[in-house]
């Protein structure tokens, strides 16, 4: 993090995101979405037949498929495909060295603070700057144990036996209408193999960056985690604030193998003109575990649903959330958990917290078949309201059919008094600090079980966010 | 012009209804004052208004805190000025630990960019504890959260301790205590008197101030000081009962 005297010095609006470097790109795919866009693509990435065809088949079922309006915000309907560029990059692959990364690249990953966390307590990092990243790089010894961590298009072209076999089997292209459009113009995201047994002891981390205006970001995320394997993977997101709107849709699919475990953590701090259309799901096989910990703050609109499915028994599914909604915005979140094999167990934990005229929606999906044994949930969704205006949602669906499950489900919905903020303003605090104090408080007990790294970064994040949100 | 906290024909309402009628009091530093009087008399809206509640309209009067016109400061900054209100009732801050909230409220009083000392502030903090007989265990719990009334009016006292305010107004602190604990809040506040500090003690029951002894006494009837005494006006009212009082101004 740079100290505050250099912020001043470069001139940083206090939501450090927000800021861009000029637009100089060797291939911009234009405006507007159909085939000639999907052939522009392909074309800049030398793209094998079979990824060629994959696309343009999922333009068909992503044109075909209409706006989920009926259950979702009308503010999709905001969207102007066809104002929006699909396909921006400067044309080169990303480096292993920050030397050789373009200047106004490698100055926004600096302000951000990337390569700084990567000399502390990063195994391997992966800045993506529009539509391609930028950086890429593994420690050393994580590449001897033959851990892969390349971008999208690299994975797909050096290791099509590792990453065809499960590219868009845990997410299907039709999965939902954003699902599709990320499969038709997909690029940069992280693609990961960890083998067998290997254990990665510090966190890949991916860092996703808007920079241009009327754009789209359509990373695509597998990983792969090998029987008895582990890793930690954190993705972080920002974009300037643009007077239009800017959209993020990626797919994520996690897959871990018998007995491996993933932990997939998120911190958005996207700006707040950005639709935040995210799919995300992972597979564990038998004994493994996945745990997504997705902390959402800023956008315009998020709509993202972490899901696993528990394919082998005693799997294990675990989604932590927490959303902050400020003025302006709606976080509509949640979690799936399908359960499909004995044995199994879930786990949610969703807190969402909603300021002013901030919208948070809880949207949950728990399935237990009728013919497994020994199945559990357990579903917690806490809202905290600051402010009468705030408004939250809870929309969790539990189908368990069968009676030798065992789920459990609570929900609260509390409030930052004006008197609770009283009491903190008379000890000195300002209104905005109070505010803070209060969000990361019931937030806190979820927040002790992140990296030590990754609290701080939050925590952060959130008194900015309070801070900003005092008149 | 010597330092106190003054407060003259302050008037201040609540949807409508007028509670401090034109209240007139000044506490110079390093006395101790009480305020007496039945429920409802306005005691803890005057202790909001001084903290500066914005529920409580101000409509008249004026407030002077070492010449510094308090009303004009946000309640924040009259925390920071060296104002302090030991609430009757203390709020809870769920997931917030006491010694977090504490360093909050310490770090809020140094100018940008300064960082607290982690190692004296626990110190410091782990002293007064002791002086109150506070378990080491409160600073990891929340603040006020499922404490006893007992344990959130001992804990409003160590915050005052570590904030070492230039005036403090305790609001029935006394209220929800037993003896031992009792002299053991009461042993804090008196470590804390001296000249360079001012108190506003807001009791109901003459008891506490057998163990805070005041330097005068105001008894307070429908939102205004009615009659002004040294310590054993606090005996009297005990004896003859708050009726005394207004009887002997419905005779005057
Ligand atoms: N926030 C409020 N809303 C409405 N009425 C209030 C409020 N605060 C105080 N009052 C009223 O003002 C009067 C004085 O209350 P209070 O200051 O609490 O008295 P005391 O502390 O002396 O018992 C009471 O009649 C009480 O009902
Ligand atoms: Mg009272």
Redesign the interface.
Same mark, same amino acid.
């Given at each position: 993090m740079p100290d505050?005297a250099t912020l001043e010095a470069v001139n940083i609006d206090q939501d450090e995101g927000n800021f861009s470097y000029p637009e100089e790109y060797a291939h911009d795919a234009g405006y507007g979405l159909n085939e000639d866009t999907i052939d522009f693509i392909s074309n800049v990435k030398g793209e094998a037949d079979w990824i060629r065809e994959f696309r343009k088949k999922a333009l068909k079922i992503f044109e075909s498929k209409p706006m989920p309006t009926h259950w979702a915000s009308e503010d999709l309907e905001n969207i102007k495909f066809d104002d929006i560029r699909y396909y921006l990059a400067k044309g080169q692959r990303p480096t292993r060295s920050w030397d050789e990364v373009p200047d106004d690249v490698k100055q926004t990953f600096e302000r951000l603070g990337i390569p700084e966390k990567e000399r502390k307590y990063l195994a391997g990092v992966e800045a993506q700057f529009d539509s391609e990243a930028a950086y890429s790089n593994v420690k050393e010894e994580l590449e001897k144990q033959g851990v892969i961590f390349v971008n999208s298009t690299e994975g797909l072209r050096e290791y099509p036996d590792v990453f065809r076999k499960w590219f868009g089997k845990v997410i299907p292209t039709g999965d939902n209408k954003f699902s599709a459009l990320n499969s038709a113009v997909f690029s940069g995201g992280s693609f990961i193999y960890v083998p067998p047994g290997v254990k990665v002891a510090h966190p890949l981390q991916a860092y996703f960056r808007i920079n241009a205006e009327n754009f789209g970001q359509f990373e695509r995320t597998l990983i792969v985690v090998d029987e008895g394997a582990e890793v930690t993977y954190m993705e972080g997101c920002t974009a300037p604030k643009f007077e239009t709107a800017t959209l993020h849709s990626a797919v994520v699919e996690l897959v871990a193998m018998k007995d491996a475990k993933i932990q997939y953590i998120t911190v958005q701090n996207w700006s707040n003109n950005v639709f935040n259309l995210v799919t995300k799901r992972g597979m564990a096989h038998e004994n493994a575990e996945i745990r997504w910990i997705d902390c959402n703050i800023g956008s315009r609109l998020t709509m993202k649903y972490p899901g696993v499915i528990m394919k082998g028994r005693k799997a294990r599914g675990e989604v932590i959330s927490i959303a902050l909604a400020n003025d302006g915005q709606h976080q509509d979140t949640g979690a799936k958990m399908i359960h499909a094999a004995d044995e199994t167990t879930s786990n949610i934990v969703a807190k969402s917290i909603s300021v002013g005229e901030g919208r948070s929606t809880y949207r949950g999906q728990v399935h237990i078949p009728k013919n497994l044994k020994g199945c559990k949930n357990n579903t917690e969704c806490d809202a905290l309201l600051i402010n009468s205006n705030s408004r939250t949602d809870t929309y969790p669906a539990i189908t368990v059919r069968g009676n030798q499950h065992a789920t459990q489900h609570e929900a609260s919905v !509390?409030q930052v !008094?004006?008197? =609770?903020i009283?009491?903190? =303003? =008379?000890?000195?605090?300002?209104?905005g600090?109070?505010m803070s104090? !209060?969000v990361?408080?019931?937030?806190?007990?979820l927040v002790r079980e992140f990296p030590m790294e990754y609290s701080v970064e939050l925590k952060r994040l959130i008194d900015m966010e309070m801070e900003g949100s005092v008149g | 012009m010597s330092d106190s906290l003054k407060i003259e024909n302050l008037h201040a309402s609540v949807e409508g209804n007028e509670i401090l009628k034109g209240l007139t009091l000044e506490i110079p530093k390093g006395e101790v004052h009480a305020i007496m009087g039945p429920n409802g008399s306005g005691k803890s809206t005057l202790s909001k208004v001084l903290?500066?509640?914005?529920?409580y309209d101000v409509s008249e009067g004026t407030v002077k805190m070492d010449g510094v016109d308090l009303l004009d400061l946000?309640?924040?900054e009259?925390?920071?000025e060296g104002f /302090?209100?030991a /609430?009757q009732y203390?709020?809870?801050?769920?997931?917030?630990s006491n010694a977090? /909230?504490l360093r909050?409220?310490l770090q809020?009083?140094l100018p940008?960019?300064e960082e607290i000392d982690a190692v004296a502030f626990y110190k410091t903090m782990y002293e007064k504890m002791d002086a109150l007989q506070m378990d080491r265990k409160f600073t990891g719990r929340?603040v006020n959260d499922g404490f006893s009334g007992g344990e959130k009016k001992r804990n409003e006292i160590l915050?005052m301790m570590m904030?070492e305010p230039k005036y403090a107004v305790l609001d029935e602190t006394d209220s929800g205590l037993d003896i031992d604990a009792l002299k053991i809040v009461a042993e804090g506040v008196n470590r804390m008197r001296g000249p360079e500090r001012g108190f506003l003690v807001i009791t109901h029951y003459q008891r506490l101030l057998d163990y805070i002894v005041p330097d005068v006494v105001h008894v307070m009837v429908d939102g205004q000081i009615v009659k002004s005494g040294g310590k054993e006006l606090a005996h009297e009212l005990e004896e003859k009962g708050y009726d005394w009082v207004t009887e002997e101004l419905a005779v005057a």
């Open positions: 505050s !509390s !008094s004006e008197d =609770q009283f009491y903190m =303003q =008379q000890r000195g605090l300002s209104e600090e109070a104090l !209060s990361n408080g019931f937030v806190n007990d | 903290a500066g509640n914005e529920e946000e309640v924040d009259r925390s920071r /302090f209100l /609430f203390p709020h809870e801050i769920p997931g917030v977090n /909230f909050a409220a809020a009083r940008k960019g929340s915050q904030l």
